[in-house]
């Protein structure tokens, strides 16, 4: 197998297969989680992230086809193997129509299994590739707009099932107008980038951050009673430190509306961006009252005299 490591959840109701691909798994460098049945899997993807599931079919609470129907609701991208020792002449298109990318008949060989294992994992990465080419803004490298709705839904979704609330940051760039007009749309450009990096640098790998305009971003991540303002302040604290270390012409600032997804009283992404979209324009409009029109300190004509960039 190639040197990729990869985190897999194994689900089999006997203790001693479970332990042999454990095994197999932990040789090969992989790290390696196991549950008694399909139920309980659920249960450990929902709490993490695991790159690959292999499921025996025949177990008891909830057995592998329906756990593999279920992912493929809320976990499409899971690579899913499907294993059994009961197969019949309709084991493996009843496998692989729940979702699976493989079967795999017991008993079978080491090899086979690993050979099984590499080609499941790698046909997914060059989808994974192709399908980041697609859904990749491609002067930030963040999310596009198709890929955050799609995202979106997804964790919509989810959020409805395990009543977990979720934030949604509405983020406009200030002036980049003004950056293009008077540096030129190179200065513009990076001005894009900077921002991009920052909003990377300030929230975790499983929020979805993305660009679905010009100079539009969203950030759509888990919410609790405080977070949003340690979000904010935080985001805020990495603009100040990026504008006091840059020497440009300008200083990046940001206009911010956000919103909370209540799982008990759940409403369109399309109404979600809208309410954000509206409180963020609220803010810029009350934040060019106080801003100077005048060409002033680094040349930005509304930078802002003391306080936040936000």
Not at 48 to 63: C, G, N, S
Not at 285 to 290: A, P, V
Request: glycine fraction near 6%; charged fraction near 30%.
């Amino acid at each position: 197998m190639e040197s990729t490591h990869y985190k897999i959840l194994v689900v089999d109701d006997e203790e001693q297969m479970r332990k042999l691909i454990a095994t197999l798994l932990s040789q090969k460098g992989h790290q390696c989680l196991t549950a008694n049945n399909g139920r309980e899997a659920l249960g450990k993807i929902m709490e993490a992230k695991f790159d690959a599931l292999i499921t025996d079919i025949v177990m008891p609470e909830m057995d592998g086809i329906t756990l593999a129907k279920e992912l493929s609701k809320d976990y499409q991208n899971l690579p899913v193997m499907i294993m059994t020792g009961h197969a019949d002449g309709n084991s493996t298109e009843t496998a692989f129509t729940s979702g699976a990318r493989e079967f795999l008949k017991k008993p079978f060989s080491i090899s086979e299994f690993l050979i099984r294992l590499d080609k499941m994992m790698r046909d997914h990465r060059g989808e994974e590739e192709l399908l980041a080419l697609s859904l990749t803004d491609e002067l930030t490298g963040l999310y596009n707009r198709r890929r955050f709705l799609v995202l979106t839904d997804q964790y919509l979704k989810l959020s409805v099932r395990t009543k977990k609330k979720l934030l949604l940051l509405f983020i406009d760039m200030d002036n980049l107008k003004w950056i293009n007009d008077h540096h030129g749309h190179n200065q513009g450009d990076q001005a894009l980038i900077d921002l991009a990096n920052i909003l990377k640098k300030s929230f975790r790998e499983s929020d979805i951050v993305a660009r679905i305009g010009g100079d539009e971003f969203v950030v759509l991540l888990e919410s609790t009673d405080e977070n949003s303002e340690i979000v904010l302040t935080r985001l805020d604290e990495n603009i100040k430190h990026y504008n006091a270390k840059k020497s440009r012409h300008y200083d990046l600032s940001i206009s911010v509306g956000t919103t909370q997804f209540d799982p008990g009283h759940p409403v369109s992404i399309d109404e979600l961006l809208s309410k954000a979209d509206a409180l963020m324009y609220a803010q810029k409009r009350g934040k060019r009252g106080s801003f100077k029109e005048t060409i002033g300190d680094r040349g930005n004509p509304w930078r802002k005299e003391r306080g936040a960039y936000l």
